[in-house]
């Protein structure tokens, strides 16, 4: 890859380079290839050709989560937590100096800077583009060191790439403690290089990433209980029992002590939002990783089990976890975004939107606008979705099926230059965030997977206006149409895929990065 410039464009386009290509993904899949021991020795390859040890990562106090649903919005929450109370406790009189917060987050909205945060905020473009530099510097500096476990000449793929150049950013940030969320699993997730961290979390699981974990809830909870380590102090919230034990029998092989937490009885009278029990969950286990990464970072804390510290109410108030459970009032549409993707976090957001919906004196007609691309298995998360809805007596009026497309016109993502990189596509241009390499481009074009989803809805509610529609802007658009004059506004939901709802809240908020 030519990187003769070295603006953040470029470093776009270097790490969309490092993607799994479709068929490469495909082929690896129908062989039977899964994620094994292999990525973390290759990790730790990758570090070292870096010039750093799996020892130098203590140094950011690493909070490492993992989980099936709310792993983001656990790791928001300490984040959150951790940034209020620092710079602001006084030992012998003194003020503790403003602690810097790291966090790493998958996947990203709009831009792919929202990954890695210093103090909650994106690292900028600047920023990106000079560490992503160094990083690729180094590893071709160092293409090879003898006896490590990388290909030698190799650069890791896309999210390991990103992993490893986050724990650059953050030693050469001078972060004080960082926060993680794993990509895939745990045992042989990217982030599983760490050897110490601070505490270990695991939100909760359920059923998602089949292929590379496992189709029951015990054998995926064995890659999540990965990410425990021996001396590191582990929490996990109440599981269906089949996962909880295997958690337990995981702990204790290694030595773990895990607690298994119920609700935090301190955040009565907490505002948590949404108000729903999956959150107070996500909750409960930031306030027990932030507490825990506090005693360390923090000598003069002191937890008590009474009341959680003023710092810690404003922390899970105030904390920012953009396209979870959103509300948008645009005057002609209520907008309700939500970037669940597996049966159960769906079924929440129904929920929720529904709560939303009967919460509001007026009731407009509603509107759903759904996207899941390439995976066959979403056409099942429809019926709880349809059917939570049909319970309010009123179900879904228009029903629109897109693409992960976001701009009629230009395709990906607003950018300076439209890159043209597949062959497919003759009417999207790809634009750098959202180049995405991992979808078959024939199944986007002929709208392979929203015709299956049109063909389930007609099942489950033949009243229902059916439509299919090729990019996020125009179905936003067909959406703003179903309002009418003299008539309650349109409550619309947005949900099914992270791009979907990134797409959408960029459209709707003209905003580059969230
Ligand atoms: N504890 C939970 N149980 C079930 N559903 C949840 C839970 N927490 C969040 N959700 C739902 O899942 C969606 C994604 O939440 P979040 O980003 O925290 O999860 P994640 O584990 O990071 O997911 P991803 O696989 O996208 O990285 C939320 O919008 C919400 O609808
Ligand atoms: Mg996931
Ligand atoms: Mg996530």
Redesign the pocket.
């Known amino acids: 890859m030519a990187t003769t410039t070295r603006t953040y464009n470029d470093a776009i386009d270097a790490l969309n380079s490092l993607q799994t290509p479709f068929a490469v993904i495909e082929a690896r899949r129908r062989a039977g290839v899964r994620p094994d021991a292999a990525s973390v020795r290759e990790m730790r390859a990758y570090l070292a050709r870096l010039g750093y040890t799996p020892r130098d990562l203590d140094r950011l106090n690493i909070v490492h989560v993992a989980?099936?649903?709310?792993?983001?919005?656990?790791?928001?929450f300490v984040d959150s937590i951790l940034s209020r109370y620092s710079g602001t406790t006084t030992t012998n009189g003194t003020i503790t100096p403003r602690r810097k917060i790291g966090l790493f987050?998958?996947?990203h909205l709009i831009a792919v800077r929202e990954r890695i945060r210093i103090d909650s905020t994106p690292i900028s473009e600047a920023l990106f583009a000079k560490y992503f530099f160094q990083v690729w510097d180094r590893l071709e500096q160092n293409p090879d060191i003898a006896g490590d476990q990388a290909e030698p000449g190799s650069k890791p793929i896309y999210s390991r790439y990103l992993t490893l150049m986050s724990y650059h950013v953050f030693l050469s940030e001078g972060v004080d403690v960082a926060v993680y969320?794993t990509?895939i699993g745990g045992e042989y997730d990217a982030t599983n290089v760490v050897e110490r961290p601070v505490a270990s979390g695991i939100?909760?699981l359920?059923i998602?990433h089949v292929f590379a974990l496992g189709n029951t809830v015990d054998k995926i909870a064995w890659h999540k209980a990965g990410i425990m380590k021996p001396g590191s102090p582990a929490f996990t919230?109440e599981q269906v029992p089949s996962a909880g034990e295997v958690l337990k029998e995981r702990a204790a092989e290694k030595g773990v002590d895990l607690q298994v937490l119920d609700i935090d009885p301190r955040l009565e009278g907490v505002k948590i939002r949404p108000d729903a029990v999956?959150?107070k969950?996500?909750a409960t286990l930031g306030i027990a990783l932030a507490e825990t990464a506090l005693k360390k970072l923090d000598p003069g804390f002191v937890r008590d089990p009474k009341a959680l510290p003023r710092e810690f109410v404003e922390g899970l108030e105030q904390v920012v976890?953009r396209?979870?459970?959103e509300v948008k009032d645009e005057g002609n549409v209520i907008w309700h975004v939500?970037?669940?993707?597996?049966v159960?976090?769906?079924k929440?957001?129904a929920r929720?939107f529904v709560e939303e919906c009967t919460g509001r004196k007026e009731g407009g007609r509603k509107v759903l606008i759904f996207n899941q691309q390439g995976r066959t298995e979403a056409v099942d998360f429809l019926d709880g979705l349809c059917e939570t809805v049909e319970k309010t007596g009123k179900g879904f009026e228009h029903v629109i099926f897109c693409t992960n497309v976001t701009y009629a016109k230009t395709g990906y993502k607003r950018g300076n230059q439209p890159v043209l990189l597949f062959f497919f596509l003759s009417s999207f241009f790809f634009f750098f965030d959202f180049v995405n390499r991992q979808h078959d481009p024939k199944d986007i074009e002929e709208m392979t997977q929203q015709r299956i989803f049109a063909e389930r809805w007609k099942q489950l509610d033949p009243s229902a206006n059916i439509l299919l529609i090729p990019t996020i802007e125009e179905a936003i658009n067909t959406a703003r149409e179903c309002a009418k004059e003299g008539e309650p506004p349109v409550q619309a939901l947005i949900t099914g895929s992270?791009h979907l709802v990134g797409g959408a809240l960029g459209i709707l908020e003209k905003a580059d990065a969230l």
């Open positions: 989980g099936t649903k709310g792993k983001g919005s656990t790791c928001a987050t998958s996947p969320e990509g939100s909760t359920g998602d919230i999956f959150q969950k996500n976890w396209g979870r459970c939500d970037g669940a993707h597996t159960d976090s769906l929440m957001a929720w992270l």
